[in-house]
């Protein structure tokens, strides 16, 4: 229970980051389309929004990414503890038998 309270938080904090960024990106594509200086000037808007449209897959792909490797990571961890707890108790098993504590 409390590994998916875990990975819940996790998915809100990297929705809370995203959803800053974004802002940050929006921000910062407001302020290039309007100069300071009052003269209109040529911009290709198709251009900037397909590139900001493009980082925030790039985004999304990174952070799926990392997530997926991490659970494998993690996966791959837990089965290396349990072989290493089965192998404890095989262990001992084979000392009892050698000690004549058990037939």
Same mark, same amino acid.
């Given at each position: 229970?409390?590994?998916?309270?875990?990975?819940?938080?996790?998915?809100?904090?990297?929705?809370?980051?995203?959803? %800053?960024? #974004? =802002? !940050?990106?929006?921000?910062?594509?407001?302020?290039?389309?309007?100069? *300071?200086?009052?003269? $209109?000037?040529?911009?290709?808007?198709?251009t900037?929004?397909?590139?900001?449209?493009? %980082?925030? #897959? =790039? !985004?999304?792909?990174?952070?799926?990414?990392?997530?997926?490797?991490? *659970?494998?990571?993690? $996966?791959?961890?837990?089965?290396?503890?349990?072989?290493?707890?089965?192998?404890?108790?095989?262990?001992?098993?084979?000392?009892?038998?050698?000690l004549?504590?058990?037939?």
């Open positions: 229970m409390r590994e998916i309270s875990r990975i819940s938080g996790r998915l809100r904090l990297a929705a809370f980051i995203s959803s %800053i960024s #974004l =802002l !940050l990106i929006s921000a910062y594509s407001d302020d290039l389309s309007t100069p *300071k200086n009052g003269t $209109k000037e040529e911009h290709h808007s198709g900037k929004g397909s590139t900001v449209a493009l %980082i925030c #897959l =790039l !985004l999304v792909v990174v952070t799926l990414l990392s997530f997926f490797l991490f *659970k494998i990571w993690q $996966k791959k961890k837990r089965e290396e503890q349990y072989a290493r707890l089965l192998k404890l108790f095989e262990e001992d098993d084979e000392l009892e038998l050698e004549g504590l058990r037939d």
